[in-house]
Antibody, heavy 119, light 106 residues
């Protein structure tokens, strides 16, 4: 069974960078699938942020493209999210999730991690 | 692609049968999925491709629609169904979600 687990700081100061890790067990991130980051804002809005696929290619939401980077460490079977120049509007619960190739839903999600941007 | 869900909140009593709506700003064929999210849990897929069932999901959940108009039906709401429901399109990037419908106890 594929499992995903997010980790990272729960508090980030404005203008700094937010960095999160998604650790994957039960499946190699280089075998297949797209490995995504999604966030849920206070008030329930969900936003897809971007993905890195099994070949290492990335695709980002244009609303975030200038501030976001998704990378991976295949030796640790982890992928990462970095969001630069954060503001209080980046306060959200961040989820990692994977999708199969094609027009598929977000099949499995991590439990999520709350990140608060505050001075 | 914008997804508009209605109503924003629906107050019902257990045993009622309900319909939730999701409307897309342009045609998305049947590339529309429904999720349920309970407090402090991750979203889980209830219905994929507008009407396809998911293994392990109770049969009281069903979906319909294509193009721009979609519906999630819950036949005889159970107490554990009170949560937030989202639709999501996978027709084109960036994938987008609706704002959600909160199903609450009347």
């Amino acid at each position: 069974e594929v499992q995903l687990q997010e980790s990272g700081p729960g508090l980030v100061k404005p203008s700094q960078s937010l960095s999160l890790t998604c650790s994957v067990t039960g499946y190699s991130i280089t075998s297949s699938y797209r490995w995504n980051w999604i966030r849920k804002f206070p008030g329930n809005k969900l936003e897809w942020m971007g993905y890195i696929n099994s070949a290492g290619s990335t695709n980002y939401n244009p609303s975030l493209k200038s501030r976001i980077s998704i990378t991976r460490d295949t030796s640790k079977n982890q992928f990462f999210l970095q969001v630069n120049s954060v503001t209080t509007e980046d306060t959200a619960t961040y989820y990692c999730a994977y999708t199969y190739y094609g027009y598929t839903p977000f099949a499995y999600w991590g439990q999520g991690t709350l990140v608060t941007v505050s001075s | 692609i914008m997804l508009t869900q209605s109503p924003a909140t629906l107050s019902v009593t257990p045993g009622e049968s309900i319909s939730l709506s999701c409307r897309a700003s342009q045609s998305i064929s049947t590339n529309l999925h429904w999720y349920q999210q309970k407090p402090n849990e991750s979203p889980r897929v209830l219905i994929k491709y507008a009407s396809q069932s998911i293994s392990g999901i109770p049969s009281r959940f069903s979906g319909s629609g294509s193009g721009t108009d979609f519906t999630l039906n819950i036949n005889r709401v159970e107490p554990e169904d009170f949560s937030v429901y989202y639709c999501q399109q996978s027709n084109s990037w960036p994938y987008t979600f609706g704002a959600g419908t909160k199903l609450e106890l009347k």
